[in-house]
Nanobody, 124 residues
Framework: QVQLVESGGDLVQAGGSLRLSCAGS????????MGWFRQAPGKEREFVAG????????SVAGSVKGRFTISRDHAKNTVYLQMNSLKPEDTAVYYC?????????????????WGQGTQVTVSS
């Protein structure tokens, strides 16, 4: 079993940056592909970024491409989401998720484990 704890959410002005962290437990954490998702009030949960279990392959949603970067540190069992040039429409609760296997997925239903979420609010 994997437990995930997100941190780093905050209130930031448009154009600012934040780095979200997702700390995972368990010796097999490196066997899991990871994803970041977000959910704004009244909207469906959407894929933001994903990273393979090895960390060699990453993907990001078109809406954040060029602004957000996902990475992972196996030694720290942690996945990061670096968010630059933030926009008010990035406001949401951000969740990290773990999926057993090598590749990430854009489908939230394919992830077995989820963190509790961290709030990101971008003011205009």
């Amino acid at each position: 079993q994997v437990q995930l704890v997100e941190s780093g959410g905050d209130l930031v002005q448009a154009g600012g940056s934040l780095r979200l962290s997702c700390a995972g437990s368990g010796r097999t954490f490196s066997s899991y592909a990871m994803g970041w998702f977000r959910q704004a009030p009244g909207k469906e949960r959407e894929f933001v970024a994903g990273i393979s279990s090895s960390g060699a392959y990453t993907s990001v949603a078109g809406s954040v491409k060029g602004r957000f970067t996902i990475s992972r540190d196996h030694a720290k069992n942690t996945v990061y989401l670096q968010m630059n040039s933030l926009k008010p429409e990035d406001t949401a609760v951000y969740y990290c998720a773990a999926r057993l296997g090598t590749t990430s997925s854009v489908l939230w239903s394919s992830y077995e484990y989820w963190g509790q979420g961290t709030q990101v609010t971008v003011s205009s």
